[in-house]
């Protein structure tokens, strides 16, 4: 419970300060650049530390009429107000040690500008700045949230640092960058904060009053400002500037603000008139924005830089554990309610995964026609008709329940069960731990002590998720409660991942019963060749239907065959413009055109073309393609005119058998070019069939005949060394 309730803040937090967050670390990322730009610029003083005021001094009279005031800016400029030998007053960095003018302060560049304003208020003057320290602070109970939780996952805060088990990358880092980056990370969410009370005024007032008794005031002695035994003392690195009296007027002083007090010094005897320390709150305002900004230090700007990026990548990789957690729980859906369900099974997962083992299971039922019930553990309660219940639960910290699982417990003891139950647990768990699978010992021990339940196998622990093992269970399970199961097709279905597709155009049906359609990627990198196969499932728990693809300026082209009783054409013939559907890529790597070869027969019957399309568009104009194809008649090519017109196709490029028309099929064009396709053999050059097989075992025919007799090898010896690629259904 707790661990859910620390989750949860975490997650809430972050959800709420997301956008803000996201606009601050970018901002952040270029502020940090800025004191990094500093030290390349001219006005960078070296060793600021060995020089002191009197030496500045010095230097800056040799060169200048006046001085007015010495400013030291956290990057080590020096800045200087002073009128100049020819009489002008200037404002200008200088070089301390020689008095020489530097250059003149700049505007702030307009990407820093920029970025400053928005990482300060998003633009919106007050409102935003109460917004920018309010994520802040949220940002510190984030941090706060999430140190708990790596403690808790870890098996408590003594852990914090022991070894992280590699499982889900994204996991497995943001608990690893987490464990580095959670100090720099407060303390930018503390300054931040600090920073904006300060500027809300929400801070205690301080004032440094100065009280200068008429007596100290008077002039005893005169000595030069340069020989002040506290200007040589004192050297820049402590200062942040120096005021020169305004006039001889006794009553005028030298103002020094330091970085932790004030001082009033006597401008002819050099005596300290008045001394005030800095209260504690102003201290930690400058060290705030030090820390906040990097400035004045490269190496803490380089840790503002990347920590900026930890926070985007903590937002990243978070946002990514959640959806992958919803998604685990989202693969259910249950046909049956829960009273009318033989089949009950129960869930325990943190992380989503071991709902798509329970998935297996629920569909493996399912395609033998049980009812099933899909629920979490925290979900247990009665079922009226069920006579089999599975545990299929995860252990988590430290041998525990996940958290979808730490109530039931409490349930079990306190729920009756309706009927007799057969039941049987599976644990999913990794030997990474020492209590492996032992949240599935516990329940697999409260199941065995109840009377109302009877086992129906012992417990199995199934060690990082391996889905072969799985598999086995299911078999062994089937076998024990005589149900006679089926994983083959649906291990594999359920490790499909779909993608997104919109139909972007669809031809008529043809003579053929052919029609073509167009579908433009929702994800347009997904990776895909021609060649390669779409796989689609109609319906949920079908067998998926393979259809042979061409990638044409990067849609996937899909020549579907309607057959009367074909559940999947029949579906695609139905789609239309703009409808999306849910496909998988499977990549078919054995049938790819390939890049270097010179020679290419191209053997297609029907449907078998579509593949054949994408590669002909897409060839090296160096590559020579024959094409090989049977269709049923002239007409039936119409509707790929859009991608190759054959016509155009040079003389001898292009055989085509239309089979009701002139009889004649594919495999005897190739007898009449036997010669040609020998050649391209001999030469390296590559033959690719597609289509029916019983079309390839025409063409193949043929060809064995044509090798065995001209070139006396087998034909296999074509098929091993890959000049031979088949593709055929
Ligand atoms: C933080 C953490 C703690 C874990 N603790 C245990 C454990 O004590 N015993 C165990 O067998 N497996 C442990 N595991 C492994 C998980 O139980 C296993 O990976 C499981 O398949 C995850 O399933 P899920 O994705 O449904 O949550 C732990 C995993 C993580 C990430």
Not at 209 to 216: D, F, V
Not at 458 to 476: A, H, Y
Request: hydrophobic fraction near 40%; charged fraction near 20%.
């Amino acid at each position: 419970m707790i661990i859910s309730l620390w989750r949860y803040s975490h997650l809430l937090l972050a959800i709420s300060s997301a956008i803000f967050l996201l606009i601050a670390s970018v901002t952040g990322i270029i502020l940090a650049l800025e004191p990094m730009s500093d030290v390349i610029k001219p006005y960078a003083i070296d060793n600021i530390e060995d020089i002191t005021i009197s030496e500045t001094i010095t230097a800056l009279q040799k060169e200048y009429d006046e001085i007015i005031e010495i400013t030291v800016e956290e990057n080590d400029f020096v800045i200087a107000s002073v009128v100049t030998k020819e009489g002008n007053d200037e404002r200008i960095y200088v070089n301390p040690r020689t008095g020489e003018k530097l250059g003149v302060p700049e505007r702030k560049s307009g990407v820093f500008k920029f970025a400053t304003n928005l990482h300060r208020s998003l633009f919106l003057k007050g409102i935003g700045r109460f917004f920018v320290g309010l994520i802040s602070l949220l940002l510190i109970f984030i941090v706060i949230t999430g140190i708990l939780l790596i403690g808790k996952r870890q098996g408590g805060i003594l852990k914090f640092f022991s070894k992280v088990n590699k499982e889900y990358v994204n996991q497995f880092y943001h608990v690893v960058i987490g464990r580095w980056f959670f100090v720099p990370i407060i303390i930018i969410a503390f300054t931040g904060v600090y920073l904006s009370l300060e500027k809300f005024a929400l801070l205690p007032k301080y004032e440094v009053p100065h009280r200068i008794s008429a007596q100290t005031e008077q002039k005893k002695e005169t000595i030069a400002s340069i020989s002040f035994p506290i200007f040589k003392k004192i050297t820049l690195t402590n200062v942040k500037s120096i005021e020169f009296p305004f006039s001889d007027d006794v009553e005028d002083y030298f103002t020094l603000e330091l970085i932790n007090k004030e001082l009033i010094v006597h401008q002819f005897s050099g005596n300290i008139l008045s001394e005030q320390q800095y209260p504690f709150v102003k201290l930690v305002s400058y060290y705030s924005l030090l820390l906040h900004t990097g400035k004045g230090n490269v190496f803490w700007s380089v840790v503002l830089l990347v920590t900026c990026v930890a926070i985007l990548f903590f937002m990243y990789s978070g946002f990514y554990m959640t959806v992958q957690r919803r998604k685990g729980s989202n693969l259910i859906y249950n046909i049956e309610d829960k009273d009318a369900s033989e089949y009950i099974i129960l869930v325990g997962s943190e992380n989503g995964s071991t709902y798509t083992f329970a998935n297996y299971l629920r569909s493996a039922l399912l395609s033998v026609g049980k009812t099933v019930f899909v629920a979490e553990l925290n979900a247990y309660t009665t079922y009226q008709e069920a006579k089999h219940i599975i545990a299929i639960t995860a252990t988590y910290g430290d041998g525990e329940a996940p958290t979808n699982a730490k109530r039931f417990n409490r349930l079990f003891s306190t729920i009756e069960p309706v009927n007799r139950l057969q039941f049987s647990v599976v644990g999913l768990g990794s030997l990474a731990y020492p209590e492996f699978c032992k949240f599935a010992e516990d329940i697999d021990e409260m199941f065995r002590r109840h009377s109302k339940f009877i086992s129906s196998l012992s417990l199995e622990k199934i060690n990082n998720k391996s889905t072969d093992d799985f598999k086995n269970w299911i078999q062994k399970w089937g076998v024990s409660v005589g149900v006679s199961l089926d994983t083959k097709t649906v291990i594999e279905d359920e490790n499909w991942k779909r993608d997104v597709f919109k139909i972007i155009d669809k031809t008529y049906i043809n003579t053929d019963n052919t029609f073509l359609l167009r579908l433009k990627p929702r994800d347009t990198s997904i990776d895909f060749r021609s060649g390669d196969l779409l796989a689609i499932r109609p319906e949920e728990n079908m067998v998926e239907r393979l259809y042979s693809i061409a990638r044409i300026d990067g849609d996937v082209i899909l020549s579907v065959k309607k057959h009367d009783l074909g559940v999947c054409s029949t579906y695609l013939s139905k789609v239309g413009k703009g409808d999306i559907i849910k496909a998988a890529i499977k990549h078919n790597v054995n049938f790819y055109f390939p890049s270097n070869t010179k020679d290419a027969i191209l053997i297609a019957n029907g449907t078998g073309i579509a593949p054949f399309l994408g590669m002909m568009k897409n060839k090296n104009r160096s590559t020579r393609v024959t094409l090989f194809w049977g269709v049923r008649t002239k007409k039936s090519i119409d509707i790929y005119n859009d991608f190759i017109n054959f016509s155009l196709m040079k003389e001898g490029t292009r055989h085509i058998a239309y089979s009701r028309e002139n009889n004649i099929y594919v495999q005897d064009l190739i007898r009449n070019e036997t010669d040609s396709v020998i050649n391209v053999l001999n030469r390296g050059g590559v033959v690719m069939i597609c289509g029916s097989n019983d079309m390839l075992k025409g063409v193949i025919s043929v060809l064995e005949k044509a090798v065995k007799n001209q070139l006396n090898v087998s034909l296999n010896t074509f098929i091993e060394n890959e000049q031979i690629k088949i593709d055929c259904y």
